[in-house]
């Protein structure tokens, strides 16, 4: 492993990431496919030649004229309909051959991309995104499917088939029309609309289309449908989520629009490009790294000082070579040396440092100056409370008396505390979240003068409501699966099975088959990981934008359900192994695959793997699940204890060694907020991790997180703070969706003329049994008229 460190940190080059809602559509489309799945292309083929010849008569498709086509798909939809499976199956095929871009009559990946664009649109137009969605119930509730599947020792692809073809034709529909292109025609653009509103709308059964998708992961979860493939519903699931609700700069925009709306300030910069904007941190060196360094100095095999440049956060300390080496040693964490960002420099650069000083160097031309950092990259920020806390604590010190939550009044107190005060309202921000939460404790305290609450029926909304009902096992499902596919996770006899769409009936008989195999089942794992975590902080992040009472509680089903050690489980790995792990065969990527000649795959071939320089969805997957752990635990100081419990210090600080700007700001958010909790001795050790701290963190005025010593001043109650939490969260639903709500506050009817006016509906044989029911329940019962006076 020491070695495996020292080899990761020796060539972790800076990586050019940009992190964006989905990958490019070719790469996205790719990994809708397993490899396994190679052999079906040309099967979708024949079916749709066979069927098609003698419709066309010796003609191509892409020759036909646009109402030949139209009355071609036409034709397909009615064959849909007929009973026999295995002919629905054939006409499915043939509509799957046309989504996939009619391959075998195109020359490039262009063409194929430009044919599938086009015929996904004539699709939909045609209907049949409605039809493929009424098959795709059908073979949910297919109990014989089921119920086979469940019998059967190994499950494969052959089991998943009918599956697998609806979902493949609904991923590309969804996935081509949700990309918009420059050179869209004004029909293709009102076709994009009114598909997102569709899938956005309760239109299916009374829920949006994610639901029935949702449905489909507890099914397979719960063991009662092993046979689902369950990588092609993820994608499908996250890409619907992505398209009916939008993506990261979309969220952006409405995150504005919602400020505007509630007259609150902007925001003070777009995180979006000041992320963007950043750049990384030079990975530290390791002990074993130096003694290397070393002892190839001692051998002689460097002639020359290296002229590296240097982008490490601690350029000018490093940079002098007379600095002692003894202080440096005493910043070294004892117990974990090699992780971290708190190692010094490059180890070219160390070279510096260890070699007697040279002669001064010619002066270097202005290119080649190391620039600094003009300013801190975001805006610092205060909330409300924060003032609150500062004026309680200033008056009783120079007061001796506070007044409450007044943050205004400031007799009494001193000129520096007018200024500090002045300072922190310049920078105070307030949150949609924080006026939600007052809104909503104003609506609790006063339901009849407030009245009804109007709520917007946004596509959010309307995902929600649907999923309140069965919301917990949702987020188990899918942390399930989250852990099946983790590659830290063990296989056990009785965790659930993920690969049933990638394994083939015949299992590999020779060496190559194997290693192929063996891709293909770490390429689906990975594909797993990135769809569910890129859903969950789509859910979280749009939930927390619509109300955060709604992502309160998505976020608390999280915790619940272990999210924050399985995360955390996660990067107990050699993450740079992790991110730049080549499970990919390029030859065999779709539309690659179905255009050019296939070459013979040999070992050597398939060890090489890409060159690309990092593997573009784990690095993304990494940031998201980092993304998530930094939403569950912001503010709640329950969670950041568990942080802490789970010893999570030293894996972060390993995850440091990625040089990617925006993963290595997530890792340092998590360090910041629990180094308070984790002592002297480690912020000592790792001055490094504290510099790289304040320069790419916000900053919170006056928050102590660097020298504060919280562990005794605040008692770790996670129960009561969750009850509290699920207590506002049960009162926010009940108000707001409880069909029976305000029973207690039923206006009550006090006219005697329109009580006894009203019709009160009798049973038909009540008058024969009249007399008795007066006799028994008025004349015999005693009234105490007097109780009327009494005080209850």
Not at 413 to 423: A, D, G, M, Y
Not at 554 to 577: D, E, G, R, T
Not at 685 to 705: C, E, F, G, P
Request: contains cysteine; proline residues 6%; charged residues 30%.
């Amino acid at each position: 492993m020491q070695a495996e460190d020292m080899e990761s940190s020796m060539e972790s080059p800076n990586l050019e990431f940009e992190y964006g809602d989905t990958d490019t559509l070719t790469a996205e489309l790719s990994e809708l496919y397993s490899y396994t799945e190679e052999p079906e292309f040309a099967l979708n083929r024949d079916y749709f030649e066979e069927d098609f010849r003698s419709h066309a008569r010796g003609r191509r498709w892409i020759e036909l004229t646009a109402e030949e086509q139209r009355a071609y798909v036409m034709r397909l939809l009615d064959a849909l309909e007929v009973t026999d499976r295995d002919k629905r199956l054939k006409v499915a095929r043939a509509i799957l051959y046309l989504a996939q871009g009619v391959f075998d009559e195109c020359d490039t990946e262009v063409d194929v991309l430009h044919w599938s664009r086009h015929n996904v649109f004539l699709l939909y137009d045609m209907g049949i995104f409605t039809a493929l969605l009424e098959l795709l119930s059908m073979e949910i509730d297919n109990n014989q499917a089921c119920s086979s599947a469940v019998r059967k020792p190994a499950i494969s692809l052959a089991d998943s088939t009918e599956l697998r073809v609806l979902l493949s034709i609904m991923y590309l529909m969804v996935e081509t029309i949700r990309v918009q292109t420059e050179d869209d025609r004004p029909e293709w653009r009102a076709a994009r609309e009114a598909f997102k509103n569709e899938l956005g709308a309760p239109l299916y059964n009374g829920e949006p289309f994610a639901l029935l998708l949702f449905t489909m992961v507890t099914k397979f979860c719960s063991m009662n449908a092993p046979h689902f493939p369950m990588k092609k519903v993820l994608l499908l699931l996250w890409k619907t989520i992505l398209f009916t609700l939008g993506g990261f700069e979309e969220l952006q925009e409405m995150k504005v629009r919602g400020r505007e709306r509630l007259n609150l300030p902007p925001l003070p910069e777009d995180s979006i490009k000041v992320v963007r904007a950043m750049r990384a941190a030079s990975p530290p060196a390791s002990a074993m790294e130096l003694i290397e360094q070393q002892q190839q100095q001692k051998r002689g095999r460097r002639s020359r000082r290296p002229l590296v440049k240097q982008d490490s956060l601690d350029t000018y300390n490093e940079r002098d070579p007379f600095k002692n080496d003894d202080a440096r040693d005493e910043e070294e964490d004892p117990e974990d040396t090699d992780s971290g960002i708190e190692g010094e420099v490059d180890p070219l650069d160390r070279d510096v440092i260890i070699q007697p000083p040279p002669p001064p160097p010619p002066l270097r031309p202005p290119t080649e100056r190391v620039n600094f950092p003009k300013g801190l990259p975001w805006a610092p920020k205060v909330r409300e409370k924060d003032i609150e806390h500062f004026l309680e604590t200033s008056r009783n010190k120079f007061i001796g008396f506070t007044l409450g939550n007044d943050i205004e009044t400031l007799v009494g107190l001193p000129r520096p505390i007018h200024e500090s005060v002045k300072t922190l309202k310049q920078h105070k921000y307030v949150s949609i979240a924080e006026v939600q939460i007052k809104r909503e404790e104003e609506l609790q305290q006063c339901p009849l003068t407030l009245g009804e609450e109007e709520v917007e029926e946004t596509p959010t909304e309307m995902l929600y409501l649907g999923m309140l009902p069965n919301l917990s096992q949702y987020v188990i499902a899918l942390l399930k699966l989250l852990l099946a596919a983790a590659p830290t996770s063990k296989a056990k006899t009785d965790s659930i099975n993920i690969l049933a769409d990638v394994l083939p009936e015949e299992m590999p008989i020779t060496v190559l088959q194997s290693m192929k195999l063996g891709i293909d089942v770490n390429r689906h794992k990975e594909i797993i990981v990135k769809a569910i975590s890129a859903l969950l902080l789509l859910l979280l992040k749009h939930f927390k934008l619509n109300h955060v009472y709604q992502f309160e509680i998505v976020s608390q089903h999280l915790v619940f359900a272990n999210c924050i050690p399985l995360i955390l489980k996660f990067f107990n790995q050699n993450i740079m192994s992790y991110i730049s792990a080549k499970n990919s065969i390029c030859v065999l990527d779709f539309p690659h695959c179905v255009v050019h000649e296939m070459p013979e795959l040999t070992a050597e071939s398939l060890e090489a793997g890409d060159s690309n320089q990092f593997c573009w969805r784990n690095l993304f997957s990494c940031i998201n699940l980092l993304r998530i752990l930094n939403k569950l635990t912001k503010w709640k100081h329950s969670r950041t204890m568990m942080l802490v419990v789970f010893k999570s210090a030293p894996i972060l600080k390993r995850a440091l060694k990625v040089k990617q700007a925006m993963m290595q700001l997530y890792v340092l958010k998590l360090l910041k907020i629990q180094t308070k909790y984790l002592g002297r001795q480690w912020r000592k050790s790792n001055m490094k991790t504290m510099s790289a701290i304040y320069q790419k963190v916000r900053h919170r005025l006056n928050d102590d997180w660097a020298y504060g010593n919280d562990i005794d001043a605040r008692p770790w109650d996670f129960q009561a703070e969750e009850c509290a939490l699920r207590e506002s969260i049960e009162k926010f639903n009940s108000r707001r969706y409880d069909k029976n709500k305000n029973g207690d506050f039923t206006p009550v009817d006090n006219c005697l003329q329109s009580v006894l006016g009203q019709r009160v509906e009798l049973p038909e044989d009540f008058h024969y049994s009249y007399e008795m029911w007066l006799e028994r329940e008025v004349f015999s019962q005693p009234i105490q008229w007097e109780g009327l006076l009494q005080n209850p």
